[in-house]
């Protein structure tokens, strides 16, 4: 069977990678002609570890084909997946103009029956919309099927091979079926419901592992005024089956092309539907209060930052991606230099910035560790990549200069080899009694 998926991102790239090795023939089509012409050259232009794996070996056996939208005329297979970006617009709600654009796209080359899945994020109430709007009494019969994604960047080829579960809602049982074929060759547990509910399941978890973190901060923040250690307490609670160990790190606050803009989607669509969800805005404020902290903590250490040499460390949102989407390392970089201090930077993935984010004169980018803290008075860890875990950070001390501070954005330090190396440590929630 052939099936085309429109959006090759993080999320259509991946479900290209996984039908054409669950043995379908895939048309990847995308509006960015750079993207495809690399694509054609064999490269990837995302980091995503095993996913160039996945997809020479789909181009190798002749599944997969990469088409800028401009080349197709005419769109005659059974299935077509829409996987392109819903991002938030300035009032929170999700903006939906990708998604409505691709449909009509489809609808004016479309030549036969077919099923559309919507695999972008969409909110509660979207689908039957769309249906309504678009596709009700077209000429040719179109099935819609919701079909969220819960991929995580870093991980997202296991997640779609062994996903939790996969959850398909449509109002016509027949293309539920025939979604819920395509996903035959995973052991996967499959929730069948209607459109809106499935809808709902993808932003009410998102809210909910969204809510988690920031529920963990708020006990780290208590943790500080305590003098307790939010590491150990989060093991503690994790422990409990009914709380489970995820999503309770503690730190500077989530980030991604996901959990914020979703939240804030939630938040706006609730309120036009007349509900006040006060736990998802406490959620949202938390989060953004704890961006600021290292910024707090630098202060309190060092005085005023004008002229200070500080290094951040890591750019993307989490490790295992080079996604830096809402990523809390650039609120804390732009703070830093609101304040007047000279910013280093070092990723080890992500090695340039889209320059509209900053002036180029302001941040400098390190070759590697040792040369992004040389000379800097205080460090920020705000990605925990293993290679910041396992520096040496004596060699790091070294280089450094007084206070030799090191802010710990990610608790993923060992505060006390950090402490036996000289450096005062200050991570989020954990005991007092390490930061000397
Ligand atoms: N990234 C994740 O971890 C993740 C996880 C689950 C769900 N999602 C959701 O999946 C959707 C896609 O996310 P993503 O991270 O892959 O986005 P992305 O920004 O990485 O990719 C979107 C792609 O769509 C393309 N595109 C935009 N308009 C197009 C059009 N008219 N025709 C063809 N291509 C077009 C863009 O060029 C881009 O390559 C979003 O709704 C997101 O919320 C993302």
Known sequence: MRIMVIGLG???????AGLAKAGYQITGVDINIKKINSLNNGKIDIYEPGLKEVIDEARLNQRISFKNIAEIKNIDCGIVIICVGTPSRPDGAADLSQVEY???WIKERTINSLTIIMKSTVPPGTGELLYKKYLAGFSYKINYISNPEFLREGQA?????????????????KAIEEVSALYDSLNARIVKLDITSAELIKYAANAFLATKISFINE??????????????????????????????KAGIGYGGSCFPKDVRALNFLSTINGHNFELLRATIIVNSRQRLLPVQKLRSYLGNLVNKNI????????????????????DIIRLLL????????????????????????????GKNILDTVKGTEAVVVATEWDQFIDTNWSEIKIVMNEPFLIVDGRNCLDPCIINNCGFIYSGIGRAKAHER
């Not at 304040?339 to 400098?364: C, H, M, T, W």
Request: some cysteine; hydrophobic content about 40%.
């Open 157 to 173: 080829l296991k997640d779609w091979f062994y996903p939790d579960r996969i959850v398909i809602g449509g109002n016509n049982n």
């Open 338 to 365: 609101d304040e007047g201090a000279n910013v280093s930077i070092y990723d080890p993935i992500r090695k340039n910035l889209n320059i509209n984010l900053f002036r180029k004169d302001q941040i400098r980018f």
């Open 311 to 330: 290094a951040v460390l890591g750019l993307t949102f989490k490790p295992g991606t080079d996604d830096i989407r809402e990523s809390p390392s650039l």
């Open 102 to 104: 691709t449909i009509e």
């Open 10 to 16: 993080y999320v259509g790239l991946v479900a290209v």
């Open 219 to 248: 006990i780290a923040c208590l943790c500080d005024c305590l003098g307790a250690d939010i590491n150990s307490v989060a093991t503690g609670i994790g422990l409990d089956n009914r709380i489970g160990e995820g999503f309770l």
